[in-house]
Each structure stands twice: as C-alpha cells, then as structure tokens.
C-alpha cells in the first residue's frame, strides 16, 4: 500500500511554491511510506506540465514498514504561474497517487501578492 507521510498528505492537498524569482529554485522533499507487508515497487513516474518542475531521487522500492524520500524542484524561466501533476504508479491498490505542484515565476527580487 502506498503511504504518504502526514507532510506529503499537506502538500497533495494544493502545494504551492508561492512566488519564485526566475532563475532560482525552490524545493520540497515528501516521504513515500510503505504500511504494507511487501515490497512497495514504483514503476514509474510521469509529469504533466510546465518544465520548470523536476524531480529526483523517485525511489524504485520502498520496503516495508520504511518510508523514502523524494524531492520535487521548482526552478521558473519565466513571469508567470506554472503548474504540473506528478502521477506515481505503483504496485498498490491505490495506484497512481497524483500530486499537484504549483508556483509564480516574478522578477528576481520581487514578492508577488
């Protein structure tokens, strides 16, 4: 079964990076929990959405009872919103989990309102 920490919970619910300068980057770090009595295996994970979201260290195996992490980056290019759905498919029942990720790209500098 696919468990996610109470942080990820918060953040499927509507994270947003708020605003970001261009040319820098803001991250989170979620935690892919496995409450089961086998091998969690993540298949795959697909992103929907603008390029200025990435993510790394997606884990391939989560082993029972243990969590791992994984860290979404949001780094705009440009001035404006951006958004991406992140779909993690996997050998649970409740396959995929899909999490939404958004952020404003502003001039470096400025605090968007």
Do not use: C, Q, W
């Not at 498919?89 to 502003?106: A, H, I, K, M, R």
């Amino acid at each position: 079964m696919l468990g996610m920490s109470m942080a990820a919970i918060l953040f499927a619910l509507g994270t947003n990076f708020g605003t970001v300068g261009t040319n820098a980057t803001a991250s989170v770090t979620l935690t892919i929990t496995n409450s089961g009595l086998v091998d969690l295996i993540i298949s795959g994970s697909g992103l929907i959405g603008s390029d200025y979201f990435t993510v790394s260290n997606m884990p391939a195996r989560v082993t029972p009872a243990s969590g791992s992490n994984f860290t979404v980056f949001y780094m705009p290019k440009a001035m404006s919103a951006h958004s991406l759905l992140l779909n993690i498919t996997n050998n649970s029942t409740n396959t995929p989990y899909t999490l939404l990720f958004s952020g404003t790209g502003v001039k470096p500098g400025e605090i968007g309102l």
